[in-house]
């Protein structure tokens, strides 16, 4: 079975740093786009960041350039999102994501998988 598990989340204060952790299996890694997104509460599902298991790209959404890196373990098959600076405007729940390929990795409507998210309070 396809699994995409997330870890890592938590509550931090403004100007904290925390580290996700995406664990995938069940499928060819090195196939898919791992990407992360996040959903505040009343918002849409944003994408903020994906990374090419086949080659390393690395792709951002321009609110979270320069905050924060994603990176991966390919002989882990796992996938880390490193947020900096972190603000209370950052509280969401986070998402794991893969996507077949690369193009899409931000669009949320060309997902292949999701996990089930983590949730990041960032406290004022």
């Known amino acids: 079975d396809v699994q995409l598990v997330e870890s890592g989340g938590g509550l931090v204060q403004a100007g904290g740093s925390l580290r996700l952790s995406c664990a995938a299996s069940?499928?060819?890694?090195?196939?898919?786009?791992i990407g992360w997104f996040r959903q505040a509460p009343g918002k849409e599902r944003e994408g903020l960041s994906c990374?090419?298991?086949?080659?390393?790209?690395?792709y951002y959404a321009d609110s979270v350039k320069g905050q924060f890196t994603i990176s991966s373990n390919n002989a882990k098959n796992t996938v880390y999102l490193q947020m900096n600076s972190l603000k209370p405007e950052d509280t969401a729940v986070y998402y794991c994501?893969?996507?077949?390929?690369?193009?899409?990795?931000?669009?949320?409507?060309?997902?292949?998988?999701w996990g089930q998210g983590v949730l990041v309070t960032v406290s004022s």
């Open positions: 069940g499928f060819t890694f090195d196939d898919y786009a």
């Open positions: 990374i090419s298991s086949e080659d390393g790209s690395t």
């Open positions: 994501a893969a996507t077949y390929g690369t193009s899409w990795c931000l669009n949320k409507d060309a997902i292949n998988y």
